[in-house]
Antibody, heavy 120, light 108 residues
Framework: QVTLKESGPGILQPSQTLSLTCTFS??????????VGWIRQPSGKGLEWLAN???????YYNPSLKNRLTISKDTSNNQAFLKITNVDTADTATYYC????????????WGQGVMVTVSS | DIRMTQSPASLSASLGETVNIECLAS??????LAWYQQKPGKSPQLLIY???SLQNGVPSRFSGSGSGTQYSLKINSLQSEDVATYFC??????????FGAGTKLELK
């Protein structure tokens, strides 16, 4: 059974760094073809892909945010991480992590999401 | 970036009706398209991948079709549990992966 769960600070101030953790089970990021992606959704709005990381440590970033994003993984603890630097109110959203299985570039299992508010 | 244009933005239908949602890509995406369902207050769930392959566990009343730049999601015999927002996603040309803006489906 594949599960993913996001965790984060809840609220932070503009210019701070947002650190998110995705803890998952039912698969391993050391297995060929596996990947984890991060997607966010402002309240009442659409989905925006941010970044993803593959089993071989290959990484992809959304060019519109690339300079602010860092994705990483801890294979032994079944976790993936995303950092977003210099946050602004526009970064207020629900952040999801999702599995990308078997080399596929879509998201077959999603976490429940974590709400992040940027406010002074 | 590939733009994904979904239509309609919202839709009201009756129980038992057939519903169609369209997704138009700004360039050919060679059937590299997924559909997701997001129920209120929940995370998105994968329905269809590769334009027409049904994800395991998804009811057979959902189907996908299309090619090139034009794709559609069809829901046969609409059920109350199908009330949700539906998103398409292209994965042919990335980064970035891009999503449509969503179609909100309500019961009439």
């Amino acid at each position: 059974q594949v599960t993913l769960k996001e965790s984060g600070p809840g609220i932070l101030q503009p210019s701070q760094t947002l650190s998110l953790t995705c803890t998952f089970s039912g698969f391993s990021l050391s297995t060929y073809g596996m990947g984890v992606g991060w997607i966010r959704q402002p309240s009442g709005k659409g989905l925006e892909w941010l970044a993803n990381i593959w089993w071989d440590d290959d990484k992809y970033y959304n060019p519109s945010l690339k300079n602010r994003l860092t994705i990483s993984k801890d294979t032994s603890n079944n976790q993936a991480f995303l950092k977003i630097t210099n946050v602004d109110t526009a970064d207020t959203a629900t952040y999801y992590c999702a599995r990308m299985g078997y080399g596929y570039n879509f998201f077959d299992y999603w976490g429940q999401g974590v709400m992040v508010t940027v406010s002074s | 970036d590939i733009r994904m244009t979904q239509s309609p933005a919202s839709l009201s239908a009756s129980l038992g009706e057939t519903v169609n949602i369209e997704c138009l890509a700004s360039e050919d995406i060679y059937s590299d398209l997924a559909w997701y369902q997001q129920k209120p207050g929940k995370s998105p769930q994968l329905l269809i991948y590769n334009a027409n392959s049904l994800q395991n566990g998804v009811p057979s009343r959902f189907s996908g079709s299309g090619s090139g730049t034009q794709y559609s999601l069809k829901i046969n015999s609409l059920q109350s549990e199908d009330v949700a927002t539906y998103f398409c996603q292209q994965y042919n040309n990335y980064p970035p992966y891009t999503f449509g803006a969503g179609t909100k489906l309500e019961l009439k």
